[in-house]
């Protein structure tokens, strides 16, 4: 016989190997010449199947069916490996005895067993709830166990071909009120280096750890903290015509939050009036022939509004607002209007505070 057949033989009376090492230790198996892994096997077995038992009946009957089919050692290793998972003892020995019984190779007796132990421990129903799975570097799961009524409501709520998108909308809606959308009130930490390149536009590069667990580019950072004060469309391209030439005196609401983006105060020197109840102002007069363009629109408080000099060709009595390199600045009564006065000139003294 070569060494393989030795082998193979060998294997087929598991029952008999096993059953020559009960009462044996692991040393005393090692020293026989067992590698370390198939002491512990035989061992793991011998326990199993000859170690004494109240059940004294089913081990005999276990024992006697293994013998009887001859099966080989690794599928008296499937056998132990299910029944020794069996929730009592009394099942664990019936599975031995009806699997010994059974005549199956080794692959089909593992598929026997499974199938077996799954009938002896059925799976727990599973509990209403709703479950949260963070990975790290990963996406996240959020699982949804309940009433079959309550899932199927939430399932015919998503939209086919944009499921995720449509579960977003439904956490927190975009058309709904700031107070009402979710505050995130965890820590963004974020290094200067980062902030400078997502002021940049690079935001979508960077990584941002939030001190929840979760992880949200540069980008979205932006459109969260904004979305959170109901400026989401700030961070967004604004869609269509944002200029309204001659065709609107008044500005549209998209205008009035760009220019309070741009002013979040009344521009005029030393007013703190802030753009949310501020007017939208020409810096030339719409009379004067001036555009409802961003350029030449400004938040101004009612006040100040009231009191600019619109009219260039009048004598300036308490100065007017004036774009000067791209920004809206008070331009004092005594400033030459043109051409535009260099920006490293003295500070002019502030005006009296308005009464408002
Ligand atoms: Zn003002």
């Keep these: 016989m070569t060494a393989l057949q030795t082998y193979l033989t060998a294997l087929a009376p598991g029952i008999d190997i096993v059953a020559g090492c009960a009462g044996m230790s692991e040393d005393q198996l090692r020293a026989a010449g067992a ?15 000859f170690a004494p038992t109240s059940f004294t009946r089913l081990q005999r009957q276990a024992v006697t069916a293994a013998r009887d089919r001859a099966h080989p050692l690794p599928t008296l290793e499937v056998i132990e490996r299910y029944a020794s ?13 009806e699997l010994c019984r059974t005549a199956a190779d080794t692959d089909e007796m593992e598929k026997l067993a499974r ?5 002896l421990n059925p799976p727990a129903p599973p509990r209403p709830g709703v479950r949260i799975r963070r990975r ?8 949804i166990t309940g009433p079959s009524s309550l899932i199927a409501d939430l399932e015919s709520s ?7 998108d449509s579960v977003a909308e439904l956490f927190s809606p975009s058309d709904a009120a700031p107070a009402a959308r979710p505050t995130i009130t965890t820590n963004a930490i974020i290094t200067l280096d980062e902030l400078d390149r997502i002021i940049d536009g690079d935001g979508e590069e960077i990584t941002i750890q939030l001190t929840n667990g979760a992880r949200i580019t540069g980008t979205e950072l932006v459109s969260r903290t904004l979305a959170e004060r109901g400026l989401i469309t700030l961070v967004h391209p604004f869609e269509g015509a944002v200029n309204l030439y001659r065709t609107e005196r008044m ?10 983006a741009e002013n979040p105060v009344c521009p ?4 703190n009036y802030p753009a949310d109840k501020c007017q939208v102002h020409h810096l030339q007069a719409w009379r004067h022939g001036g555009d409802t363009n961003m350029a030449n629109l400004a938040t101004c408080c009612p006040y100040h509004n009231g009191v600019n000099d619109d009219d260039p060709n009048a004598p300036p009595i308490r100065g007017r607002l004036v774009r000067r390199r791209g920004r809206v600045v008070w331009q004092p009564p005594w400033a030459d209007p043109a051409p535009a006065p260099s920006p490293d000139a003295p500070v002019p003294p502030a005006p009296a505070a308005p009464q408002l």
């Design 158 to 164: 998503l939209d086919e071909d944009a499921p995720l």
């Design 268 to 271: 005029w020197l030393e007013c």
């Design 115 to 119: 199938k077996k132990l799954r009938e």
């Design 35 to 49: 590698p370390n892994k198939t002491a512990r096997t035989l061992l793991t077995l011998a326990d199993a199947l």
């Design 251 to 260: 500005a549209s609401e998209k205008q009035r939050l760009m220019a309070a």
């Design 136 to 143: 790290k570097d990963a996406p996240w799961t959020l699982a």
């Design 85 to 97: 998972r069996a929730k009592t003892k009394r099942d664990a020995w019936r599975l031995r005895v």
